[in-house]
């Protein structure tokens, strides 16, 4: 992958760690901490014109149906905060991808959200008008009768926009076995320009075959209007480290208290979140 930003349509494409330059705080690679190296809550954070930010919200390790079947239930929080006026995110692609050095491979059961919603639909009125000039005359014994005269055609369209969510479970990394991966993308109103949502909330559930530690790798990418100039904001920094899990922790229960016998029955969708506005949370 080219470390260059791609440019399109007036969008400035990036990855987070591949663009060049940097402000004051950019070049921070989100590490495990070497005393405590599991399940950190930090799992990246940049810093510019626009801040982005993802948090491991819960990690829950438990059974997928009355303590039969080794499952993880894992909630993500993402926030994007711009500090500038002017400064936006019209489109986000988010892509985890679960795997394991020792033990089996987890597989992504379920998402919230899932599928394709949209948000703040908007429906605008277009009329668009083609117009011309002909010669109305003709030439009878000599003579110019006539004139010219003008013509127009005014056609009138509805078009609606709305702010887009697509989520789906993946295969990554290989063609044959179990999903193994989760990815969203987040799409701003093309109409009114307003951005993605500045809090996005998801949750994954994992299938595990064993109680071996696991990880996931996470990669996000943003196309962000010109003048947000991202090759200064974020600086060409190694990737952040695998975020790692160990099935024997307990449950973090940060947003709540969960069935740990029955993480299957536990509907998403309740967990997940989506907002234009931030509150710190």
Known sequence: MSADPEIEEGILAFELGLSEGGDEGSDFRTQNDPSAPLQRSNITERKGAIDIRCTGADVIHGYLKDGEGPATLIIYEFQFDPRKKARRIATVDIEFVFGSNDGAEPEVLKISPKG?????????????TKGGSANAGGNAFGAE????????????????????????????GRNFGASNAASWTLLENEAVKTGVPAH???????SRKDDEEFYSTFKIR???????????????????DPI????????????????????????????SVVSFTNNGN
Request: no cysteine; net charge negative.
């Open 116 to 128: 394709r919603m949209t948000l703040v639909p908007t429906t605008q009125t277009e009329t668009i």
């Open 244 to 271: 790692l899990y160990d099935p024997t922790l307990p449950p973090t229960n940060k947003l709540r208290e969960y069935d740990v016998g029955s993480l299957g029955d536990i509907d998403l969708q309740e967990l």
């Open 145 to 172: 009768l006539g004139g010219s005269w003008q013509w127009e055609k005014a056609i009138s369209r509805e078009t609606k926009n709305a702010t887009t969510i697509v989520g789906s479970i993946d295969l990554k």
């Open 200 to 206: 996005f909330r998801t949750a994954v559930l994992l």
């Open 222 to 240: 943003a196309q962000v209007d010109l003048v947000s100039r991202f090759t200064r904001l974020f600086g060409s920094t190694p990737k952040d």
